[in-house]
């Protein structure tokens, strides 16, 4: 990982690509990685879908090494959702095989003249940029077929599906599991919209040949290895609950709590719960010879992910997670999984975000396109993107856009990006995230329901504003430095509630990198991280005007618990004090 | 003028109309006015479709008073269309109806919850607001012919149509020329949204048994409207070029300059540009029976208006101005006017503002829904607007919307707002009014082009950036000012070069009001009406980024001249210097 790769793609004459040495950009990986490049060289007030804007695609520090869970991959940019920095990651094989032929990252700059379709393939022989006009416009199933049919089924695919083509805010970008399934979506904030503006269609990815990546420390490398996975073992979440359940478990958990939002965010309860919870999907998918827990790439040893099965027990999709259960479940009404599996697989097909998604339709639904409940609609509104119908384009845009064309107020979006699914009335923690993160409302930048609801890495209050600044500051700035390791963010609930987890995370990237971090270094390169986030959001135009919650969350009560979103203004602000 | 009439579209029991004295706001009228309420009341942050918002109506200083050309009615609210203050202004009958009244300002606030569509009337007995669903989704123009069944044809109307109903961001409201009809529009910013989202269809004004309103200084105020008619009547733009060929008289001018923007901001020059002509224009006007010449509403001695005839001698529309002209021709390389008669009328009937509307068929056509070129193709863009198909939503979103849902990166915006008809690059004042205004693209908010162009005001190079901060800086100043008294914008041209006409119009407003203002007090309250609305957009996350061309006006060279727009942004910046 010791070479960036750059790809121009409005070169004259075609493609170009150029490998340089990682430079001024070394020790830095995954979402530290990509928002430098894109903090340092995209101007702030760029068209997002411009040749100005580039798309960064980067393993985390540890990812291609043998430690556990190091296989997330970040994908940066401008983003043409929020018009902020964005930096977007995905399970799948992608980080460990990019990592492994020795990227640290790949840059894709410009944008082509001759508007033909692109797929980029990486080896251990270089990269090569080759126009394909056969993927045109193909759903990422029969994109991943079609590659594989040509490059075998060794390599992984990075993809966008007709969403991204389109150049739509919500579209995502594909990652292949470890069954070349594309289920692994960088999914928030139109970075798929991005790869379709340049585009490139498909990244084909072969390590063969390639060895997993040496650590300095072999020795250390190992015993530190041991103890985190250990650890990880040990937490009830990592080493049990989402096995057993996958994300979904969070389901009957948020419903008790009164914080799951319901019907376009009205409640925080929803009847259907039981339907759709976790337990309920994990025996579905036993049931029906699925698969109710596995791992979404090489060295996972949490297993959060599954395999559904629709009713002939033939392969659907990939076990939804709890956002997405939400997103088109309870958000809409919606209490059929076979319902919500399908949106799932439509949505991952056509490369959209699932939260963007579920929640876009809960705005179109409160517009009266369709009513709360009606699965049925809900699947022809999200065909109608697959289809490239003028509804299509107004839905895969996300929900602020179609609230603004619908003339709908109650539009549950921060910086232009959906909420995901917990309610801040009812758990304010996540509502302090969701007004500050540099990304848009987004749960993964900080989240404060494990401290809220789950009684991970202490208690804070749910339903009081108090503490959960700090809250929210401490996780955004770990999340920060974590989403930089390559590190799946389920390794927080046992990094939070385990010291010497924590020790053990420290000590893998010290002995890999022969290095002798803190856990005060560990917190410096949050620090650092978000820093270059908010600096390229205050040039593009942001301001603590845009670190707010919709009115509807100051203003109206959310039942069970009858409650508004209580954190001050000031102290929002003071988020970013440190 | 010494009353406003708040309505609470919301209140409990149906809505509640009370009188206040003017108050704290006394001395302020139209835009002055407008601002000042927003900015004091509305939340900078709120949903401008939201209750919390206001509609705020306020004639000018001198309307109601037999002082020439004093009949614009400024219409202010927060904006749907760039989420920043907004004051539209209009001619037509409404301004001097109500300020002959006694009302400084209507201020509409809440939202019904009951969905009916209301009609307020107010006459010299007071106001009543009434349910009448026979109107909705009524044209403009059905309405207006429905109104006058009811309460004869001498009220005159202010209006929405289906746009504003269907709280679109291109949506305008309408004000009844001295004919009762709807052509009159407070076009820019989705005003007529925010009328929609009060349930708020109709306005009748009906000042039977209203006098005229009575300076304090009759004597002196008569003199001074001499002067002033006189200097209005002595200049060659207000005494004569606007009454011979209306404002489209700039189409051959800017063509000539160059900065005529063709095809969707491609080109500085149309080929077909002496086909949609003032000149032509006013020839077919006369040749057909419609007017060449024609004020808009009473007192008005420029008459720039004129009315437009079929091919069968059949009134079609008002005459088209010169932005209407421009935005549905030139922009969309169509050379045919009896379409563009036809699209204004729409716009008219649908209750649209025609440069967003123009602006955003031109992002269609770059989009490929239509061929540059094609008027039916255009016409038939404007007609799903009134249809309120999925694309005529879009549409009549506006051009940014429009541009986010195709993927498009050429959209001529500043703050959300489409860019009227002068290239910035090659008239490089108004460029800098289109980036700074807290408007958003506006070219009434200080008409750089009046210097650039035509050497009225001094002459500042079109082509060069030099000086033309301090023009824009100048003249947003005094437009502010002028946007405040009621009087028509093209006053301007005479004030601007006649010293003694500016003092006429200080002399009449000193008169009227029995005061001692100097030229230095109105450019101060220029500058606090700026303030005002500078705050306002600051509190509403407006920065010096926000104060930009797109992108592509500084990275395309612009044809005849090849040239981009060359002011940096520290002089930008420098524009609120004051």
């Known amino acids: 990982m010791d070479k960036i790769l750059r790809i121009d793609m409005g ?190 269609k498909a990244i084909v990815l072969d390590d063969t040949g390639a060895s997993m990546r040496a650590p300095k420390d072999p020795e250390k490398f190992k015993e530190a290895n041991k103890m985190w996975v250990a650890g990880l073992k040990k937490h009830p979440v990592t080493g049990e609950g989402l096995a057993a359940y996958g994300t979904n478990v969070l389901t009957n958990v948020l419903n008790e709590a009164g914080g799951y939002p319901t019907n376009n965010f009205s409640i925080g309860r929803f009847e259907g719960h039981t339907k759709i919870s976790g337990e309920t999907q994990a025996a579905l998918e036993t049931e029906r010879g699925g698969l109710a827990t596995h791992g979404c790439h090489k060295g996972c040893i949490i297993r959060c992910s599954g395999v559904y099965h629709d009713k002939n027990g033939q392969y659907l999709t990939k076990q939804p997670e709890y956002e997405t259960v939400w997103a088109h479940g309870g958000n809409c009404g919606i209490d059929d999984l076979d319902a919500i599996a399908m949106l799932d697989r439509l949505d991952d097909d056509y490369g959209l975000d699932t939260i963007e998604m579920g929640a876009t339709i809960g705005v179109a639904m409160e517009a009266g396109l369709a009513k709360f409940g009606d699965a049925e609609a809900a699947i022809n509104l999200v065909k109608q993107v697959g289809q490239g119908t003028d509804l299509g384009r107004i839905l895969g845009s996300g929900a602020a856009v179609t609230g603004k064309v619908f003339g709908v107020e109650r539009v549950p979006v921060v910086k232009g990006q959906a909420l995901p699914a917990y309610d801040p009335r009812a758990v304010q923690g996540i509502g302090v995230t969701y007004a500050t993160s540099t990304m848009g409302a987004d749960h993964t930048a900080g989240y404060a329901v494990g401290s809220n609801i789950l009684g991970i890495g202490g208690k804070v209050d749910a339903l009081s504003p108090d503490g959960q600044v700090d809250l929210s500051r401490n996780l955004q700035i770990a999340t920060a430095a974590v989403d930089s390791t390559g590190m799946c963010l389920f390794i927080a609930f046992a990094v939070l509630d385990q010291p010497e987890t924590f020790q053990a995370l420290i000590d893998m990237i010290n002995a890999f990198y022969g290095l002798n971090l803190t856990g005060d270094d560990v917190a410096a390169l949050g620090m650092s991280v978000l820093r270059n986030e908010r600096d390229f959001n205050t040039r593009a135009g942001f301001t603590s005007a845009h670190d707010r919650l919709p009115a509807f969350f100051t203003n109206e009560f959310l039942p069970p618990h009858n409650i508004k979103f209580k954190v001050t203004d000031t102290e929002l602000d003071s988020v970013f004090n440190f």
């Not at 990651?89 to 033909?116: C, F, H, R, W």
């Not at 993809?159 to 960088?186: N, Q, V, Y």
Request: proline share 5%; net charge positive; charged share 20%.
């Open 11 to 200: 070169a004259e004459g075609g493609p170009s690509l150029t490998v340089f040495p990682v430079g001024e950009f070394a020790g830095l990986g995954g979402r530290a990685l990509t928002s430098a490049i894109v903090s340092k060289e995209v101007a702030p007030l760029c068209h997002a879908l411009g040749a100005e804007n580039k798309l960064v695609i980067a393993p985390g520090l540890l990812s291609g090494s043998v430690a556990a869970n190091s296989g997330r991959l970040s994908i940066g940019c401008k983003s043409p959702l929020t018009g902020g920095i964005k930096e977007s990651n995905a399970g799948g094989m992608a980080s460990q095989t990019l990592a492994k032929l020795g990227y640290a990252a790949i840059v894709i700059e410009g944008k082509p003249k001759d508007g033909a379709t692109y797929k980029i393939v990486i080896n251990k022989d270089g990269a090569t940029v080759k126009a394909d006009n056969s993927l045109k416009m193909l759903g990422n199933y029969a994109t991943v077929e079609k590659l594989a049919k040509e490059y075998g089924d060794k390599p992984c695919f990075i993809t966008i599906g007709p969403a991204g083509e389109m150049k739509l805010s919500a579209a995502s970008i594909a990652c292949t599991d470890m069954e070349g399934r594309p289920t692994r979506h960088a999914g928030r904030g139109g970075v798929g919209a991005v790869m379709g503006s340049k585009g490139v």
